[in-house]
């Protein structure tokens, strides 16, 4: 099947869907009286992407029907019209009913018939769009200033009401579409309601308060063991949401968190696997200095204990390895040792001899294009960085020695310039150097407190480390 990107009928939220059987077969009836004698595609849901059906030919009046004697799993789906246009919808226990809409504007003009709860669902969807608009349009007006005091006033009384319009269409939605698949749907996408005990954000107490009961209840609405929800993007894009916008990117904390909704999921092996996956992928290559403990965390202690049996052997073992040479340089871990650096007269250097306080240590090559322009923009901070207490290591990563002296000479680069010609695959492998530049700051007991930073963060971050500290 292939994968039809999209996007959602409203941008703020994004759909969900079930999956299960119903005692009946599904037939679809579909009227775009401005579509005759074109095709038609049928595709579902599964997270934030939707996969193709069937297609089929309208006839001359602009009429179709999908059917089967089996009913399709449970879940959104979406009719994709020639110019790339759709309309969006349902298929919840009862998968016999009719569509109606116009190719020029799906969405617009979209109608039921035999499916209450799609109707129901069309009518909140249209009820709550407006009052986005609206809500943006006086926004915009507010953030324009120029209004007089009355206005302002006018305006945020406004805001206030359609606040309270919201609320009362996500509860009533909610209650008359109880049991459904829309009504699940809306209930996992509502925003969370903070309490007005916690005060107004105009402190950074309240602000923090505000925060912690956002963060506590966000999965609130959200059975993560309905499998049903799989065939929507509620759950992947509650993931999202939660592990980018808010829980902090703090290693330890993302692991605790990351435990609790993957023991929430537990229970139900379909869910329990996308959530394992879309965890161990979202950290595989993390964007966040020092999240690659949660890839490590997630892989020691579900994928290679025993708890993931849809990954076959081969990939267990490209995992393990993975692991292997990652766990070594986690934030906090101590520097593995190297061994056979010696330095331009080839006299040994041991970097537990070093004495400063810090230590970075850079791995270059001379014939690198990127390190050509990074080394000396680093060395141009060597200076301000030695009266910090820091001493940088530069190590070439290359055994040709008349090129790297060279460059040494050309740039005069009079930090402790370091080489190993006898192990040098065995550095690169340590530090995973194999593309260059890289760098890692040591503490004073050599352990790993920053790494793969820009040289132009390394200033940056030794200021703010060392004002916490």
């Given at each position: 099947?292939?994968?039809?990107?999209?996007?959602?009928?409203?941008?703020?939220?994004?759909?969900?869907?079930?999956?299960?059987?119903?005692?009946?077969?599904?037939?679809?009836?579909?009227?775009?009286?401005?579509?005759p004698?074109?095709?038609?595609?049928?595709?579902?849901?599964?997270?934030?992407?939707?996969y193709?059906?069937?297609t089929?030919?309208?006839?001359?009046?602009?009429?179709?029907?999908?059917?089967?004697?089996?009913?399709?799993?449970?879940?959104?789906?979406?009719?994709?019209?020639?110019?790339?246009?759709?309309?969006?919808?349902f298929?919840?226990?009862?998968?016999?009913?009719?569509?109606?809409?116009?190719?020029?504007?799906?969405?617009?003009?979209?109608?039921?018939s035999?499916?209450?709860?799609?109707?129901?669902?069309q009518?909140?969807?249209?009820?709550?769009a407006?009052?986005?608009?609206?809500?943006?349009?006086?926004?915009?007006?507010?953030?324009?200033?120029?209004?007089?005091?009355?206005?302002?006033?006018?305006?945020?009384?406004e805001?206030?009401?359609?606040?309270?319009?919201?609320?009362?269409?996500?509860?009533?939605?909610?209650?008359?579409?109880?049991?459904?698949?829309p009504?699940?749907?809306?209930?996992?996408?509502?925003?969370?309601?903070?309490?007005?005990?916690?005060?107004?954000?105009?402190?950074?107490?309240?602000?923090?308060?505000?925060?912690?009961?956002?963060?506590?209840h966000?999965?609130?609405?959200?059975?993560?063991?309905d499998?049903?929800?799989l065939?929507?993007?509620?759950?992947?894009?509650?993931?999202?949401?939660?592990?980018?916008?808010?829980?902090?990117?703090?290693?330890?904390?993302?692991i605790?968190e990351?435990?609790?909704?993957?023991?929430?999921s537990?229970?139900?092996?379909?869910?329990?696997?996308?959530?394992v996956?879309?965890?161990?992928?979202?950290?595989?290559?993390p964007e966040?200095?020092?999240?690659?403990?949660?890839y490590?965390?997630?892989?020691?202690?579900?994928?290679l204990?025993?708890?993931?049996p849809?990954?076959?052997?081969?990939?267990?073992?490209?995992?393990?390895?993975?692991?292997?040479?990652?766990?070594?340089?986690?934030?906090?871990?101590?520097?593995?040792?190297l061994?056979?650096?010696?330095?331009?007269?080839?006299?040994?250097?041991?970097?537990?001899?070093?004495?400063?306080?810090?230590?970075?240590?850079?791995?270059?090559?001379?014939?690198?294009?990127?390190?050509?322009?990074a080394?000396?923009?680093?060395h141009?901070?060597?200076?301000?960085?030695?009266?910090?207490?820091?001493?940088?290591?530069?190590?070439?990563?290359?055994?040709?020695?008349?090129?790297?002296?060279?460059?040494?000479?050309?740039?005069?680069?009079?930090?402790?310039?370091?080489?190993?010609?006898q192990?040098?695959?065995?550095?690169?492998?340590?530090?995973?150097?194999?593309?260059?530049?890289?760098?890692?700051?040591l503490?004073?007991?050599?352990?790993?407190?920053?790494?793969?930073?820009?040289?132009?963060?390394?200033?940056?971050?030794?200021?703010?480390?060392?004002?916490?500290?």
């Amino acid at each position: 099947m292939k994968p039809i990107r999209f996007s959602f009928l409203i941008t703020l939220i994004i759909c969900f869907s079930s999956s299960g059987l119903a005692g009946q077969g599904f037939r679809i009836s579909l009227f775009v009286p401005d579509l005759p004698n074109k095709e038609v595609i049928l595709s579902h849901r599964m997270g934030l992407k939707f996969y193709t059906d069937d297609t089929i030919k309208t006839d001359i009046n602009g009429s179709a029907v999908f059917e089967g004697i089996n009913p399709m799993p449970e879940g959104m789906y979406q009719m994709v019209f020639p110019d790339k246009k759709f309309a969006e919808f349902f298929l919840d226990k009862n998968q016999i009913f009719s569509i109606s809409t116009r190719a020029k504007a799906p969405a617009d003009s979209l109608s039921f018939s035999g499916s209450p709860e799609n109707s129901r669902f069309q009518e909140w969807q249209q009820k709550y769009a407006a009052n986005r608009i609206r809500n943006s349009l006086i926004q915009n007006r507010l953030k324009n200033g120029n209004l007089a005091p009355d206005s302002t006033q006018l305006l945020n009384k406004e805001l206030q009401q359609i606040q309270k319009s919201n609320n009362h269409l996500w509860d009533s939605a909610i209650h008359d579409l109880a049991g459904t698949l829309p009504g699940n749907f809306i209930k996992g996408m509502k925003p969370v309601r903070i309490p007005e005990s916690l005060g107004k954000p105009d402190t950074q107490d309240n602000q923090m308060k505000q925060y912690q009961f956002v963060r506590a209840h966000f999965f609130d609405g959200v059975d993560l063991t309905d499998e049903k929800l799989l065939r929507t993007p509620l759950i992947e894009t509650k993931l999202d949401q939660y592990f980018k916008q808010v829980v902090p990117p703090i290693p330890d904390t993302i692991i605790q968190e990351a435990r609790q909704i993957i023991e929430r999921s537990k229970p139900a092996k379909n869910m329990y696997q996308f959530v394992v996956q879309y965890l161990f992928n979202l950290y595989t290559d993390p964007e966040i200095m020092g999240t690659d403990a949660v890839y490590v965390y997630i892989a020691e202690n579900y994928y290679l204990t025993g708890q993931t049996p849809w990954i076959d052997s081969a990939n267990l073992r490209g995992i393990r390895y993975r692991v292997k040479e990652l766990k070594p340089l986690l934030l906090g871990t101590v520097a593995p040792v190297l061994e056979g650096l010696v330095n331009t007269d080839e006299q040994p250097v041991e970097i537990k001899d070093i004495k400063s306080k810090y230590l970075i240590l850079y791995f270059w090559s001379p014939d690198c294009g990127f390190c050509k322009e990074a080394t000396p923009k680093l060395h141009s901070q060597y200076a301000d960085l030695k009266q910090m207490g820091i001493e940088i290591v530069a190590l070439n990563t290359r055994i040709d020695k008349n090129l790297w002296i060279n460059f040494i000479t050309d740039k005069q680069l009079s930090w402790i310039n370091v080489y190993s010609p006898q192990k040098v695959r065995d550095m690169i492998e340590k530090y995973q150097a194999f593309t260059t530049p890289i760098l890692y700051i040591l503490d004073a007991e050599r352990r790993i407190i920053a790494k793969n930073i820009s040289v132009d963060q390394v200033k940056p971050f030794f200021i703010q480390y060392l004002a916490g500290h």
